[in-house]
């Protein structure tokens, strides 16, 4: 009983677990799998980017009607987006303003910049809206391109 004993102590201790080889080889399936996902982030993040810069200038537009409904005009350049949150004090003003048309200040568009309000837009819209993408630049393409309102 003695010897099948041994045999089983043994077979314990020979179990010292992984190698100092394979978890090298564990640690570089590691890094190859979360180096793939991480370029595949930064892809979808991009776009993800578009898709809100594209929903703002949306909800932009939304307030911006409202405003034109209860003021009968758009806000000039110089009043900007901010005569959406806060009654503006430069001509033209009205009396009909029931704002504010957005909870918020307007943010930045996804890349940190602020949005150009135009108006009227370059096409011959009463305003326009544009988020100059990554750069922060006109002009661009891909991630750098501009979105616009009126486009």
Same mark, same amino acid.
């Given at each position: 009983?003695?010897?099948?004993?041994?045999?089983?102590?043994?077979?314990?201790? =020979?179990?010292?677990?992984?190698? &100092?080889?394979?978890?090298?080889?564990?640690?570089?399936? $590691?890094?190859?799998?979360?180096?793939?996902?991480? &370029?595949?982030?930064?892809?979808?993040? *991009?776009?993800?980017?578009?898709?809100?810069?594209?929903? +703002?200038?949306? #909800?932009?537009?939304?307030?911006? *009607?409202? &405003?034109?409904? %209860?003021?009968?005009?758009?806000?000039?350049? #110089? +009043?900007?987006?901010?005569?959406?949150?806060?009654?503006?004090?430069?001509?033209? #003003?009205? %009396?009909?303003?029931?704002?504010?048309?957005?909870?918020? %200040?307007?943010?930045? =568009?996804?890349?940190? &910049?602020?949005? *150009?309000?135009? #108006?009227?837009?370059? =096409?011959?819209?009463?305003?326009?809206?544009?988020?100059?993408?990554? =750069?922060?630049? *006109?002009?661009?393409?891909?991630?750098?391109? %501009? $979105?616009?309102?009126?486009?």
């Amino acid at each position: 009983m003695n010897i099948g004993r041994r045999r089983i102590l043994e077979t314990l201790k =020979d179990d010292g677990g992984w190698t &100092f080889m394979e978890t090298l080889i564990v640690l570089a399936i $590691i890094l190859v799998l979360t180096t793939t996902v991480g &370029f595949v982030a930064v892809g979808n993040l *991009e776009k993800a980017r578009i898709a809100a810069a594209r929903t +703002q200038i949306e #909800s932009f537009a939304t307030a911006l *009607e409202a &405003f034109y409904m %209860d003021c009968g005009n758009y806000p000039t350049e #110089s +009043q900007g987006l901010g005569a959406l949150r806060k009654k503006p004090e430069t001509a033209p #003003s009205s %009396d009909g303003w029931g704002g504010p048309y957005l909870y918020k %200040d307007a943010p930045k =568009d996804p890349w940190g &910049f602020e949005y *150009e309000y135009t #108006s009227p837009a370059p =096409d011959g819209s009463p305003y326009g809206i544009r988020s100059f993408g990554a =750069d922060g630049a *006109e002009g661009g393409e891909g991630k750098d391109s %501009d $979105i616009k309102s009126w486009e």
